[in-house]
């Protein structure tokens, strides 16, 4: 399909997101996937569509923003930061700690993070920032409700605790929903959260250029107080993390140079 560069800007004077950071490739092959399974044959006839159709322009931007999420996701991983790295944290920081959860789409790691820290703090204690560029995935994530797959992982103790079966899916308890606020993200433009003691980003930066991802590496070790710690997911790397200001904790685990 000729016209990628006009249905970039077209993109981003409808929703403000900037197809230009994406590695072009992958981006493009997945929108010319949808734009020929809605039956349209060129970019502008299917900006056209997306402009007249809001339920279609939802579609688009579910589309754009990838979703594979699930609770514990490398649960080893996970106990690294529940046996760990929180007890180090609360030793730091005290009980308040600031997390945020970056990119964090239908809330599986907000939640699992509430989780994993309750084995240390009470709930009241709580509270997870979890932001993504995605209003139908804060909206999926505000229900709480998800399939056996995506609880696979979670610890046997909090299934029973947190979790309630509606019919063949399960929802997560309002005990842990209360500890995260939800809000809208865009990681490239929007002003980041400051003095967190712990970001949380997995498994998306993966999408973007080495530019942008440069960009938002920084703006995480901004983000941070000194030795808070980012943790990554297992399928990145940050081989230029001393230039970031970053330190390497363990694997996957960053801490914020002096």
Not at 102 to 122: F, I, K, N, Q
Request: proline share 2%; aromatic share 12%; charged share 30%.
């Amino acid at each position: 399909m000729e016209g990628y560069e006009k249905f970039k800007k077209d993109v981003y004077n409808l929703t403000t997101i900037d197809l230009n950071a994406y590695k072009e490739k992958q981006m493009r092959r997945r929108i010319d996937t949808l734009i020929t399974k809605n039956n349209k044959t060129s970019y502008d006839d299917y900006v056209r569509l997306i402009k007249s159709d809001k339920e279609k322009f939802e579609q688009f931007i579910n589309f754009l923003t990838i979703n594979v999420s699930e609770f514990y996701r490398n649960p080893e991983q996970w106990t690294v930061l529940e046996k760990e790295l929180f007890p180090a944290l609360i030793q730091k920081f005290g009980k308040r700690l600031k997390i945020w959860s970056a990119a964090c789409s239908t809330g599986d790691e907000p939640y699992s993070l509430v989780m994993a820290l309750s084995r240390h703090l009470p709930l009241e204690n709580i509270h997870i920032i979890a932001t993504d560029i995605d209003k139908q995935v804060l909206d999926k994530a505000r229900l709480g409700i998800y399939n056996e797959k995506s609880i696979a992982s979670v610890p046997d103790d909090f299934k029973k605790k947190y979790f309630k079966q509606v019919g063949s899916s399960y929802q997560i308890s309002d005990q842990i929903k209360k500890c995260v606020e939800f809000r809208e993200h865009d990681l490239l433009k929007d002003t980041y959260p400051s003095d967190c003691h712990l970001i949380v980003c997995r498994n998306v930066v993966i999408y973007f250029t080495e530019e942008a991802k440069d960009e938002i590496y920084r703006k995480f070790n901004r983000s941070l107080v000194n030795d808070g710690l980012l943790f990554i997911g297992s399928t990145e790397q940050i081989t230029n993390y001393k230039e970031l200001n970053f330190r390497r904790n363990k694997s996957f685990f960053f801490e914020k140079g002096r």
